[in-house]
Antibody, heavy 118, light 107 residues
Framework: QVQLQQWGAGLLRPSETLSLTCAVSGGSFTDYSWSWIRQPPGKGLEWIGE???????NYNPSLKSRLTISRDTSKNHLSLKLSSVTAADTAVYYC????????????WGQGTLVTVSS | DIQMTQSPSSLSASVGDRVTITCRASQSITSFLHWYQQKPGKAPELLVY???SLESGVPSRFRGSGSGTDFTLTISSLQAEDFATYYCQQTYNTPRTFGQGTKVEIK
C-alpha cells in the first residue's frame, strides 16, 4: 500500500523559509510525478506545483518566485521549500502522487499545518 | 489559468436524497477532470477521475459525467458518510486548478 508521510516545521515567523518533506513508501517513486497542494484554514485547495519523473518541475505562477520543489530518489523523498513566507502562506500542506498522463492525485499525505505568525 | 466554478457552494440534503454538483471550466479540458471528497481534518480522497471513471473502492452511488467544459458529480442516494466537501480539479494544463468546493450538509 502506498503511503506518504509528511513532516516539517509547523510554526514560522514572517520572512522565514517553509520546508517540508514527504516520504514515499510502498510503491515506486521514480515512476510517478508528485505534487504539493495547500489549503488555508477554512478555505479551498490550491495547487502549488509538481515534479515529474525526470525531475522537471511545474510551479504555480503565483508562487514561482519563492518556490522550490525537489526530490531525493535515493531516499524516496519529496521536498517543498517556500521562501519569504507571510501570514497568507498559513495553510495545511499536502503532498500527493500523480497517477498517469492525466496527473490524477490518487494518494495523499496526511497534511501538515504550517502557521506563519510573528 | 483555467478557472473552475462549482455550484452550489453548499447544499443541505437528507439521507437517501439524490445530490448533483456541477463544475464548469473556463475553457475545454476534454476529460481531464477529477472529483475529490474531503472530510473535516482529513486529506482529500479521489472519487472519480477522467470525468466518469470511478476510483477503486468508491461506492457505485457516485457517478461522474461530462466533457469539455461542463461536468457533474451525482450521488444517487446520499448516505450518512457522504456528508463532506467535494472538489473538482482540472489537470488539462498547469496550474492545475480546483473548484472552490461544495459542502454537503445534513438537512
Amino acid at each position: 500500500q502506498v503511503q506518504l508521510q509528511q513532516w516539517g516545521a509547523g510554526l514560522l515567523r514572517p520572512s522565514e523559509t517553509l520546508s517540508l518533506t514527504c516520504a514515499v513508501s510502498g510503491g515506486s517513486f521514480t515512476d510517478y510525478s508528485w505534487s504539493w497542494i495547500r489549503q488555508p484554514p477554512g478555505k479551498g485547495l490550491e495547487w502549488i506545483g509538481e515534479i515529474d519523473q525526470t525531475g522537471s518541475t511545474n510551479y504555480n505562477p503565483s508562487l514561482k518566485s519563492r518556490l522550490t520543489i525537489s526530490r531525493d530518489t535515493s531516499k524516496n523523498h519529496l521536498s517543498l521549500k517556500l521562501s519569504s513566507v507571510t501570514a497568507a502562506d498559513t495553510a495545511v500542506y499536502y503532498c500527493a502522487r500523480n497517477y498517469g498522463y492525466r496527473s490524477i492525485a490518487d494518494y495523499w499525505g496526511q497534511g501538515t499545518l504550517v502557521t506563519v505568525s510573528s | 489559468d483555467i478557472q473552475m466554478t462549482q455550484s452550489p457552494s453548499s447544499l443541505s440534503a437528507s439521507v437517501g436524497d439524490r445530490v448533483t454538483i456541477t463544475c464548469r471550466a473556463s475553457q475545454s479540458i476534454t476529460s481531464f477532470l477529477h472529483w475529490y471528497q474531503q472530510k473535516p481534518g482529513k486529506a482529500p480522497e479521489l472519487l472519480v477521475y477522467a470525468a466518469s471513471s470511478l476510483e477503486s473502492g468508491v461506492p457505485s452511488r457516485f457517478r461522474g459525467s461530462g466533457s469539455g467544459t461542463d461536468f457533474t458529480l451525482t450521488i444517487s442516494s446520499l448516505q450518512a458518510e457522504d456528508f463532506a466537501t467535494y472538489y473538482c480539479q482540472q489537470t488539462y494544463n498547469t496550474p492545475r486548478t480546483f473548484g472552490q468546493g461544495t459542502k454537503v450538509e445534513i438537512k
